[in-house]
DNA sequence: GCTGATGCGTC
DNA sequence: GTCGGAC
DNA sequence: GTCCGACGACGCATCAGC
């Protein structure tokens, strides 16, 4: 009897599969648990990293393996033959690898006479194997390790195998749900899952610390980011001060959201994802590393010139290792997690403030108490006015809530600003998309007097799936032409598309993208030759600043 | 050494 | 970041 | 209220292939 015994592969990629196929909340907590509860520690934390989708602990902390299209295609072309065409057509209509793969490999065309028994373990260990892979040759290697796995898949396993490799479940599940199974399973309070979860923020671990009855060792601890807490979007001051009232107000900031820690000599940045950027921002390292306490603060990386190119010039530095050159860089910090050696996270908001304020440290968000419409709207306008993207408004009685966007932090953003565009082609969804047009390419005219048009983004976002149906048989009755993904189609659809801003752009030849793009309305009412041109957009995109 | 494809993380 | 859909 | 999935633009790192 083998000591390293472990789950097998087929029985998760059998729950899976039944998880997909149900809708009910209850009965998917409940698949779960009775899955989750006969697992030994090991395996346990191995496949709620697979339920999420997280391949492998190697490299990243969000278990990417670096796997996607080509590396899938490239490796299932060793086991079955098929034709480029035939993979397209097949991806086409299933809008998944994973599901590509299955039904490639039960054509049946390379299973060979004995196949080894796949367990998590040994999925895990491959998994493993790809995501260390670095360095000249890398690509082969992990082709011939999902080559191997593959070879030792049923169609079934094939299709989970893929999906965990590539993050891509679709299953239904994500952490909220692995919570309630965990505390269904091991018999112990969801909330106490829920709130070791905030803190540990691994939900693996998690549920191994349920079954061995160690959730209440979680506790809030420096150099373990936690879950930023999040806004509301709102749409307006008045609903702001409806829903809470009196309440704390400061400038959203378009920059990068930081959670700083700090204990003696060492200082420690975190994204919002929760990766660790250190490396990236060595000027604040500096900046924070001459205070005197220990502490962890939330908020936000911003870079102070560049007018309007401050997001970006942010993202030039984040995986730019390494540099030599300074930029006026700053941590605007507006909350304190950790302080005077104890957690902040339960304390309210007003109490969280007074001790970030008493840090001493010199950039901490100004903020304004409200409880008027007209005053948070002067606030809002002010920091527009400022240069910043609109406002952020807090409940002052409420605690810090790691990664929830409930009703005690809104957001009002800029009002959009909208251009009237025309559909000139479409792309194939994927997922529950699959074989539906789902994402439309756009165009204005190229001048006034020139009816050329000229393609300047791509949206999907603001349609029902109705709609999305609708548009789908009329672009199928006006298209074209078809290239690879993309359905082009007769100019008939004029939309109009709303979007935070316009950036330069060498993807579209307008020679501009729009940011956050979004449907607003299709106007059926509108001709051709009254969509918006390429001069309006320069017009706009001169205002921004 | 350069270029294009691919993957990933930020918003 | 955005949004719609389902519970 | 909350969770989930289907999507947008950008820029950088990495690797394959020339």
Same mark, same amino acid.
């Given at each position: ?18 998880? &997909? =196929? ?9 698949? *779960?648990? %009775?899955?989750? +509860?006969?697992?030994? $520690? !090991? ?109 030792? &898949? =049923? ?9 965990? *490799?590539? %993050?891509?479940? +679709?299953?239904?599940? $994500? !952490? ?370």
């Amino acid at each position: 009897m083998k000591a390293a015994s472990s789950a097998l592969f087929l029985e998760f990629s059998l729950l899976c599969e039944k998880l &997909s =196929s149900t809708s009910s909340n209850s009965e998917k907590v409940r698949l *779960l648990a %009775s899955y989750l +509860r006969n697992l030994e $520690s !090991e395996d346990l934390g191995i496949a709620v990293d697979f339920l999420l989708g997280r391949a492998s602990r190697v490299r990243s902390s969000e278990g990417r393996a670096n796997v996607a299209f080509a590396t899938v295609r490239d490796a299932l072309c060793q086991v079955v033959t098929f034709s480029d065409d035939q993979l397209l057509q097949l991806y086409k209509e299933h809008g998944d690898l994973g599901e590509v793969a299955m039904e490639l490999l039960s054509s049946g065309h390379a299973a060979p006479l004995v196949r080894g028994q796949l367990t998590l373990k040994r999925i895990r260990d491959g998994m493993d194997d790809i995501a260390s892979a670095q360095g000249s040759g890398s690509e082969k290697r992990k082709v011939m390790t999902l080559t191997g796995l593959l070879l030792d &898949s =049923s169609p079934l396993e094939a299709k989970y195998l893929i999906k965990i *490799l590539t %993050s891509d479940m +679709r299953i239904g599940v $994500s !952490e909220g749900f692995i919570a309630e199974a965990a505390a269904e399973a091991f018999s112990v309070g969801k909330e106490a899952v829920r709130k070791a979860y905030l803190l540990v923020n691994d939900m693996s671990k998690v549920a191994v610390m349920a079954k061995e009855g160690r959730l209440s060792d979680a506790g809030f601890s420096l150099f373990t980011p936690i879950r930023p807490m999040l806004a509301e979007p709102a749409s307006s001051a008045r609903q702001i001060i409806d829903d809470m009232g009196r309440c704390y107000v400061e400038d959203k900031y378009d920059g990068i959201r930081l959670q700083v820690h700090k204990k003696g000599g060492e200082v420690r940045l975190y994204s919002r994802a929760m990766d660790d950027v250190t490396r990236f921002f060595p000027e604040i390292v500096e900046q924070i590393s001459r205070l005197n306490e220990d502490f962890a603060l939330d908020g936000e990386l911003i870079y102070e010139a560049g007018g309007r190119l401050r997001f970006f010039s942010l993202q030039k530095l984040l995986r730019n290792e390494g540099r030599r050159e300074k930029h006026p860089l700053k941590f605007v910090a507006f909350d304190a997690l950790y302080a005077k050696g104890r957690s902040l996270l339960d304390l309210p908001l007003v109490e969280r403030k007074r001790e970030l304020f008493a840090l001493g440290y010199d950039n901490c968000a100004p903020f304004k108490e409200v409880s008027a419409p007209e005053d948070l709207e002067r606030a809002f306008k002010d920091s527009i006015a400022r240069g910043n993207e609109g406002i952020v408004a807090k409940d002052p009685e409420s605690t810090y809530q790691p990664g929830a966007r409930g009703k005690r932090w809104f957001k009002l953003k800029k009002a959009l600003d909208t251009l009237d565009v025309v559909v000139i082609g479409a792309q194939y969804g994927n997922g529950k998309r699959k074989g539906l047009l789902s994402d439309y390419v756009f165009a204005v005219r190229r001048s006034r007097d020139d009816p050329t048009l000229v393609p300047i983004g791509k949206a999907y976002s603001g349609l029902t799936d109705e709609e999305l149906r609708d548009y789908h048989d009329f672009f199928m009755r006006n298209k074209i032409g078809e290239k690879g993904n993309t359905v082009w189609v007769l100019p008939r659809l004029v939309i109009e598309v709303g979007f935070q801003s316009i950036q330069r752009s060498a993807r579209y030849e307008s020679g501009y993208a729009l940011r956050f793009p979004r449907i607003i309305s299709v106007r059926a009412d509108k001709k051709l030759d009254e969509i918006d041109d390429l001069q309006r957009v320069e017009d706009l995109f001169k205002a921004q600043g």
